[in-house]
C-alpha cells in the first residue's frame, strides 16, 4: 500500500480482513466505509465526499455483498452492530465515531471532521459509479424506444438500486428527475406524477448533458 501525496485522496477497497488490519496500521486516522447494495451507500458517500474535498482522511471501503469477511471482522473487532451503508472513523486503530444509513447526513458529519479530521490541501475524490446505464436509457428515451411511464418505470428502480460510490453532485443529478426512489415502493400508481407534468423530455435532455459534461464527455 502506498502513501499518497498531501493532494491525493486515499480511496482503497478492503476486500480481507488482513487488508482491514493493514489499513488501519499504515493511517493512524482513517474511516472506513462499509458499502451496501441500494442508493442509501451512494447517497452516503456523496454526503462523505464533500467533506472529502476539504479534510485529510484515507477511507476504505468494504462492499458488503462480495467482501463479506471483512465486514464482519470489522464489527467484531469493534463490537458496533453492523449497518450498510455505515461509516467509522479510527483514531490509532480505535473507533471514535459511527454513523448509519439515513444519518450519514452533513449535519452529522460537521463536528466530528472539525474536530477530528485535519483540513486537506487539494485534491479531488476520484469516484467508480458508472453512468452508462443512465445514459442508455436516457438515449432510448429520447429516442422514442420509451415512452414517459416507461422510462420512468425503468429509471426508479436502476436508480434505487445503485450502489455506487458518487459524489455528492453526481447524486443529486441522478436524483433530479424522480427524487427518492422509495417513494415509489407503493406501486405504478405513484408514477403518474411526475411524468404527467409534460416537461420530463427537456428535463431528460437537459440531465444527459450535464451528465456528460461531469464526466469531460461530448454530446
Known amino acids: 500500500m502506498t502513501q ?20 488501519l496500521a499504515e493511517y493512524p486516522l482513517a474511516a472506513v466505509f462499509k458499502a451496501g447494495t441500494c ?22 471501503f468494504i462492499r458488503v455483498v462480495d467482501w463479506r469477511p471483512a465486514s464482519n471482522f470489522v464489527a467484531e473487532m469493534t463490537g458496533i452492530q453492523h449497518h450498510s451503508p455505515q461509516l467509522i472513523i479510527f483514531q490509532e486503530g480505535q473507533p471514535r465515531f459511527e454513523v448509519n444509513n439515513w444519518d450519514i447526513t452533513p449535519e452529522a458529519l460537521a463536528p466530528v471532521f472539525e474536530a477530528l479530521v485535519p483540513a486537506r490541501a487539494g485534491g479531488n475524490v476520484e469516484t467508480e459509479g458508472n453512468i452508462q446505464p443512465y445514459l442508455d436509457l436516457m438515449d432510448a428515451y429520447l429516442g422514442g424506444q420509451l415512452n414517459d411511464f416507461e422510462f420512468q418505470d425503468r429509471w426508479v428502480p436502476l436508480f434505487r438500486d445503485d450502489a455506487s460510490l458518487r459524489s455528492q453532485h453526481e447524486f443529486e443529478l441522478l ?12 406501486g405504478l400508481h405513484q408514477l403518474g406524477a411526475p411524468a404527467s ?10 440531465l444527459r448533458t450535464e451528465l456528460l459534461a461531469l464526466r469531460g464527455q461530448s454530446a
Open 197 to 206: 407534468r409534460g416537461d420530463l423530455r427537456p428535463r431528460v435532455e437537459q
Open 175 to 186: 436524483s433530479r428527475l424522480f427524487g427518492d426512489p422509495d417513494a415509489y415502493h407503493g
Open 4 to 23: 499518497a501525496t498531501q493532494a491525493e485522496q486515499v480511496l482503497l477497497p478492503l476486500t480481507t480482513p488482513e487488508e482491514v488490519q493493514t489499513f
Open 39 to 60: 442508493h442509501k451507500t451512494m447517497q452516503g458517500f456523496g454526503v462523505l465526499e464533500t467533506f472529502l474535498q476539504r479534510h485529510e482522511l484515507p477511507v476504505g
